[in-house]
């Protein structure tokens, strides 16, 4: 009927972007070592790595400081790519982050409320975890019962309502807070950080983002089917409500665990995916690995940056959106009619 | 193959339509016609399994649909839609190979067999030259054969296509009317609806002639499909006209609008 056209996505270009990435990632994780206040140089990073004797400062440094830091940064970015890859395939959406369905908005009330409490840091990870999970189980419970409705529009819908009533608590909570104390720590949470990341936070955080990581790659090939119109995916043998419940449920697991030890870091869940999209397609099987390892780069170039651009720590928050809004506007422009 | 029994459809809280019974046997061809509006998708729909039936029954190879998984259904029925919104830019042999995932574990990617069915059904269509484009950047009637070889993908035992031809140019829709009696004669029983009262009179055996709900009539095309049916189902004035060779065509009086 037509000439046959080239691959848009061929697999050899696939392969050069997984290279291209794991190359860029690990470059950054050197650099990340080496810089700061107290430089590193790779030969020191490779001594302490393997076990060689080298002085306590050093070692100190990088076991203590800047090791954590930076797996967390992978961890972080990881996780949110992933989040957010499921959720733009799932909500037939390229513009949606994982925080759609309230999220961050749910941890954020959460470690709001434990720092108006207690100032624990303990306290305010767990709450902001709980908040996550529970701030999207109310909008899926409710957004389930308005039957009749496109499941999905429900959904959406039902996150923007209670996402603005919790953002109204967290707003009265603030205002009630002590101007002294409390107040910068909530101000303080809400941009993110990786500032005070310790070892401990990253044994929490990364098994529950695995947990949740396993069952999206195991149902790789399915996920695809939920960026299909409902009736079509159910046509063709796919029980959406049950996936789409899965994928929700790993995705808010994910995102809660990392945003419970970086407070809330915005733009990579929803600039990652698409960038990742561009590269390689949306099949969901190959997009998440990729998405995963450009997610963790870029968060890790965004935390290395901000600890060294200036004597203060730049929150990264404000950094990823200073970045992501030209790049999310170049691309927009650059991108041909679809995704 | 499909057995639909006193059936009543709709959605929930408002029924659309009742008293629907038909059989449809491998290698038969089913023509559902009738208005915008008369219930022929709620029907398909429904016949899927993606709506609950208001009352009676549907029975596929003697099963019952109610007691049917999803993907259980998705062996037995094909659908086509009646067109798609594409999305993202998956590429039409992805598209295409979705039609295999009633057929996989639930954890498995297709393999290589299923590449190959998913190539043969491109090609039966003639589609194959399309197979890296994206879905987002074909015409809407390359879109609706590519639909058609999703379904066909499936290998299921009954087709369901909804307005298959309402896109498509001239060509096309001839394409597709004969993939349809080649796909009955290979054994598959299908169901189709259309605009055109000719489609029903040039390849299905049944025409099923369904208004507010109701099955006006149903039976050999060149029995009820009558100036008068057609007058009642459209409200307009309409004339079946015999061709030489022995067929027939419907030919609309313009200027008699009723």
């Given at each position: 009927?037509?000439?046959?056209?080239?691959?848009?996505?061929?697999?050899?270009?696939?392969?050069?972007?997984?290279?291209a990435?794991?190359?860029?990632?690990?470059?950054?994780?050197g650099?990340?070592?080496?810089?700061?206040?107290?430089?590193?140089?790779?030969?020191?990073?490779?001594?302490?790595?393997?076990?060689?004797?080298?002085?306590?400062?050093?070692?100190?440094?990088?076991?203590?400081?800047r090791?954590?830091?930076?797996?967390?940064?992978?961890?972080?970015?990881?996780?949110?790519?992933?989040?957010?890859?499921?959720?733009?395939?799932?909500?037939?959406?390229?513009?949606?982050?994982p925080?759609?369905?309230?999220?961050?908005?749910?941890?954020?009330?959460?470690?709001?409320?434990?720092?108006?409490?207690?100032?624990?840091?303990?306290?305010?990870?767990?709450?902001?975890?709980?908040?996550?999970?529970?701030?999207?189980?109310?909008?899926?419970?409710?957004?389930?019962?308005?039957?009749?409705?496109?499941?999905?529009?429900?959904?959406?819908?039902?996150?923007?309502?209670?996402?603005?009533?919790?953002g109204?608590?967290?707003?009265?909570?603030?205002?009630?807070?002590?101007?002294?104390?409390?107040?910068?720590?909530?101000?303080?949470?809400?941009?993110?950080?990786?500032?005070?990341?310790?070892?401990?936070?990253?044994?929490?955080?990364?098994?529950?983002?695995?947990?949740?990581?396993?069952?999206?790659?195991?149902?790789?090939?399915?996920?695809?089917?939920?960026?299909?119109?409902?009736?079509?995916?159910?046509?063709?043998?796919?029980?959406?409500r049950?996936?789409?419940?899965?994928?929700?449920?790993?995705?808010?697991?994910?995102?809660?665990?990392?945003?419970?030890?970086?407070?809330?870091?915005g733009?990579?869940?929803?600039?990652?995916?698409?960038?990742?999209?561009?590269?390689?397609?949306?099949?969901?099987?190959?997009?998440?690995?990729?998405?995963?390892l450009?997610?963790?780069?870029?968060?890790?170039?965004?935390?290395?940056?901000?600890?060294?651009?200036?004597?203060?720590?730049?929150?990264?928050?404000?950094?990823?959106?200073?970045?992501?809004?030209?790049?999310?506007l170049?691309?927009?422009?650059?991108?041909?009619?679809?995704? | 193959?499909?057995?639909?029994?006193?059936?009543?459809?709709?959605?929930?809280?408002?029924?659309?339509?009742?008293?629907?019974?038909?059989?449809?046997?491998?290698?038969?061809?089913?023509?559902?016609?009738?208005?915008?509006?008369?219930?022929?998708?709620?029907?398909?729909?429904?016949?899927?399994?993606?709506?609950?039936?208001?009352?009676?029954?549907?029975?596929?190879?003697?099963?019952?649909?109610?007691?049917?998984?999803?993907?259980?259904?998705?062996?037995?029925?094909?659908?086509?839609?009646?067109?798609?919104?594409?999305?993202?830019?998956?590429?039409?042999?992805?598209?295409?190979?979705?039609?295999?995932?009633?057929?996989?574990?639930?954890?498995?990617?297709?393999?290589?067999?299923?590449?190959?069915?998913?190539?043969?059904?491109?090609?039966?269509?003639?589609?194959?030259?399309l197979?890296?484009?994206?879905?987002?950047?074909?015409?809407?009637?390359?879109?609706?054969?590519?639909?058609?070889?999703?379904?066909?993908?499936?290998?299921?035992?009954?087709?369901?296509?909804?307005?298959?031809?309402?896109?498509?140019?001239?060509?096309?829709?001839?394409r597709?009317?004969?993939?349809?009696?080649?796909?009955?004669?290979?054994?598959?029983?299908?169901?189709?609806?259309?605009?055109?009262?000719?489609?029903?009179?040039?390849?299905?055996?049944?025409?099923?002639?369904?208004?507010?709900?109701?099955?006006?009539?149903?039976?050999?095309?060149?029995?009820?499909?009558?100036?008068?049916?057609?007058?009642?189902?459209?409200?307009?004035?309409?004339?079946?006209?015999?061709?030489?060779?022995g067929?027939?065509?419907?030919?609309?009086?313009?200027?008699?609008?009723?």
């Amino acid at each position: 009927m037509r000439e046959r056209g080239a691959a848009r996505f061929p697999a050899a270009m696939t392969r050069a972007c997984y290279f291209a990435a794991s190359a860029a990632l690990l470059a950054l994780v050197g650099i990340a070592f080496a810089v700061g206040r107290y430089p590193v140089s790779l030969a020191e990073l490779f001594s302490v790595l393997t076990g060689q004797p080298v002085g306590a400062n050093v070692e100190m440094v990088v076991l203590q400081v800047r090791g954590p830091r930076v797996l967390a940064a992978v961890l972080v970015g990881a996780a949110l790519a992933a989040a957010g890859t499921a959720y733009q395939g799932m909500f037939r959406n390229p513009l949606v982050s994982p925080d759609i369905l309230g999220v961050s908005t749910g941890a954020a009330l959460g470690a709001v409320l434990a720092i108006f409490l207690s100032q624990e840091i303990v306290l305010t990870q767990i709450f902001a975890f709980c908040g996550g999970l529970a701030a999207v189980g109310l909008v899926y419970a409710v957004g389930a019962r308005l039957r009749g409705h496109d499941p999905l529009l429900a959904l959406v819908l039902t996150g923007v309502v209670i996402g603005t009533l919790l953002g109204s608590a967290i707003a009265l909570l603030k205002y009630l807070a002590d101007p002294y104390n409390q107040l910068p720590a909530i101000t303080f949470w809400l941009l993110g950080s990786l500032a005070a990341i310790s070892p401990k936070d990253i044994w929490y955080s990364m098994p529950l983002v695995l947990i949740g990581l396993a069952p999206m790659l195991l149902l790789r090939w399915r996920i695809n089917l939920l960026a299909l119109p409902d009736d079509e995916a159910r046509a063709l043998g796919v029980d959406t409500r049950r996936l789409r419940t899965i994928v929700i449920a790993c995705a808010t697991l994910m995102t809660a665990s990392v945003v419970a030890i970086s407070g809330i870091i915005g733009w990579v869940g929803l600039l990652v995916p698409h960038a990742a999209r561009l590269l390689v397609g949306p099949d969901f099987g190959r997009l998440l690995p990729l998405a995963m390892l450009i997610g963790a780069a870029f968060m890790l170039a965004v935390d290395t940056l901000c600890r060294t651009l200036a004597m203060i720590e730049v929150p990264p928050g404000v950094l990823t959106a200073l970045i992501g809004t030209p790049f999310f506007l170049w691309l927009f422009a650059l991108a041909r009619r679809s995704w | 193959m499909l057995e639909v029994h006193d059936l009543a459809f709709g959605f929930p809280g408002r029924t659309v339509g009742r008293n629907v019974s038909f059989t449809l046997a491998g290698g038969e061809t089913l023509c559902v016609l009738g208005p915008n509006g008369g219930g022929k998708t709620t029907l398909f729909r429904t016949v899927l399994g993606l709506l609950e039936p208001h009352g009676g029954t549907i029975g596929i190879g003697g099963r019952p649909l109610r007691r049917l998984g999803r993907a259980e259904i998705a062996r037995e029925i094909g659908y086509v839609p009646q067109g798609h919104a594409a999305y993202f830019a998956y590429s039409v042999r992805e598209f295409v190979l979705m039609g295999r995932t009633a057929h996989l574990g639930t954890f498995s990617s297709p393999s290589k067999e299923d590449e190959d069915v998913a190539g043969r059904a491109l090609e039966s269509l003639g589609i194959a030259g399309l197979a890296d484009k994206p879905v987002t950047e074909i015409s809407g009637g390359e879109r609706q054969l590519a639909l058609v070889a999703r379904a066909l993908a499936q290998e299921p035992r009954i087709l369901v296509l909804d307005e298959p031809t309402a896109s498509l140019d001239f060509g096309n829709q001839v394409r597709v009317l004969e993939r349809i009696t080649a796909l009955a004669r290979s054994g598959i029983a299908v169901l189709f609806s259309s605009h055109d009262p000719d489609h029903a009179l040039l390849c299905a055996q049944r025409a099923l002639l369904l208004a507010e709900g109701r099955i006006l009539e149903i039976g050999a095309p060149r029995e009820v499909i009558r100036a008068d049916t057609l007058e009642r189902m459209y409200g307009v004035s309409v004339q079946v006209v015999p061709l030489p060779g022995g067929a027939h065509t419907c030919l609309p009086a313009i200027g008699r609008v009723l």
